[in-house]
């Protein structure tokens, strides 16, 4: 080969390796499952920087929906919606993300009535969804699970927990969200943890089984990590913390975590060999698990009165950050649970909270977006803007510059320009 050809040749390698990176780094972020990419509320990308206000936030576009407290999912292009209608029908819609524009929607029978104490805030979808490799999975409230084709709406297959388990259907509902890890689906569902095949919701295993009618299927949602040095499915149930093997469903540890009317609803926060919880009724608790010659155990290394409720908190460098069933925001230090500070204001009943670096969003369920700084000292709130006339119970989800609220009966995509 001559020197012109190789020089052309390496031209061409440059342009090739240049388009690929530029590609690559224009990836849009996405916001396939419940609380973000790793499940725990935080953005990976550590070249995404957020501003110290929340002023250039404007709206890029808005749709009308039914009710659901159900989060939006976002893929690279697609953004679904989970919804009921009338009282009597769920309905998942697909929108384009750039545009707005609905491509589908598929719908099926589903309602139900919460128990009176809870009406206030609905009887609608609650359960968000988890989309992987192409197909969104769905839960309605009366705990029927169904699979279906992100592009085209399409069902492939759907599992009803109810008559398979013959467990009854669960009494606030199908709250818990499942999980996608390879090849199977995690799921909270039937009054059991159950485990499922991606491909056709056959059933792999069940575990930790719940008969009692009066409360049904757990709240919380379920968290995949290595915690004392084993890989694990980590559980919060109506009445215990638990964690299980992932290939047989075996019990490798659990604790009993007191919660009024089992509202064990917070998804587990790992900090290490740890795990954080805390419950209405229960208040804040920390759990070591450990790994020795006998197995698995754990113990309780501290708890406080500050109760939880159903706000999953943040961890950022040894320090919890929680919205409590006061309606104030609260820091403890982790390893000791000396609680650092609460704020003086109440804000709302929930708020939900996304993390990046050492700031926090939160999304209060009236409307209210908070830019909080994560710092141990005090509470700092850095901005506030309206973003919402309606409730917005449902969680946050942040893609890069680009934000998705989901009303009670509406879904906003925002911009907040870096």
């Known amino acids: 080969m001559n020197v012109p050809s190789i020089m052309k040749l390496s031209v061409s390698l440059i342009f090739t390796l240049v388009a690929c990176t530029t590609s690559l780094l224009s990836k849009p972020q996405t916001w396939e499952q419940w609380r973000g990419p790793s499940r725990d509320g935080r953005i990976q990308d550590e ?23 159900s989060s939006p999912i976002v893929t690279e292009d697609l953004v679904f919606t989970v919804e009921t209608k009338d009282k009597s029908d769920e309905i998942v819609r697909a929108f384009d993300r750039a545009s707005g524009k609905q491509l589908w929607e598929i719908s099926w029978k589903g309602s139900m ?18 989309y992987a490799n192409g197909t969104l999975y769905v839960g309605g409230i009366r705990e029927l699970l169904v699979a279906i084709d992100g592009k085209t709406g399409k069902e492939k297959w759907r599992v009803d927990f109810v008559k398979r388990e013959k467990s009854g259907v669960p009494t606030f509902g199908f709250v818990s969200s499942p999980l996608v890890e390879g090849e199977f689906l995690y799921i909270q569902a039937g009054a059991e943890v159950a485990k499922i095949r991606c491909s056709d919701g056959k059933k792999i295993w069940g575990s930790m089984k719940d008969a009692r009618a009066m409360y049904g299927s ?10 004392a040095g084993k ?23 659990r604790y009993k975590v007191k919660a009024f009317r089992g509202m064990n609803i917070l998804t587990p926060t790992i900090i290490g060999d740890t795990l954080f919880t805390s419950t209405y009724g229960g208040g804040s608790s920390l759990f070591k698990v450990s790994t020795g010659s006998e197995g698995m155990s754990v113990s309780k290394t501290w708890s406080h009165k500050t109760e939880g409720y159903m706000s999953s908190p943040l961890t950022h460098e040894g320090h919890v950050y929680m919205h409590g069933r006061d309606k104030r925001f609260h820091c403890f230090e982790a390893t000791t649970g000396k609680l650092k500070w609460s704020s003086v204001k109440k804000f709302s009943d ?3 909270l996304v993390a990046n670096k050492d700031k926090a969003l939160a999304l209060t369920a009236d409307g209210n977006l908070l830019l909080i700084d994560l710092d141990p000292s005090e509470f700092k709130l850095l901005d506030t803007k309206k973003v ?9 989800a942040v893609c890069g510059e680009e934000l998705f609220v989901r009303e009670l009966k509406g879904l906003i995509k925002l911009k907040w320009p870096r």
């Open 218 to 227: 757990a709240f919380s949602s379920l968290v995949i990590a290595e915690v």
């Open 231 to 253: 890989d694990q499915l980590l559980a919060q149930t109506r009445e215990e913390l638990a964690g299980l093997d992932l290939g047989t469903g075996k019990v490798m540890w």
């Open 47 to 69: 070249a995404d920087k957020w501003p110290a206000t929340l002023s250039g936030i404007k709206t890029t576009w808005s749709k009308e929906l039914n009710e659901g407290y």
């Open 388 to 396: 919402s006339d309606s409730s917005t119970w449902a969680h946050l």
């Open 113 to 130: 009535k919460v128990p009176f104490f809870a009406r206030k805030n609905g009887s609608w979808v609650r359960s968000t969804p988890v």
């Open 350 to 352: 929930y708020a939900s």
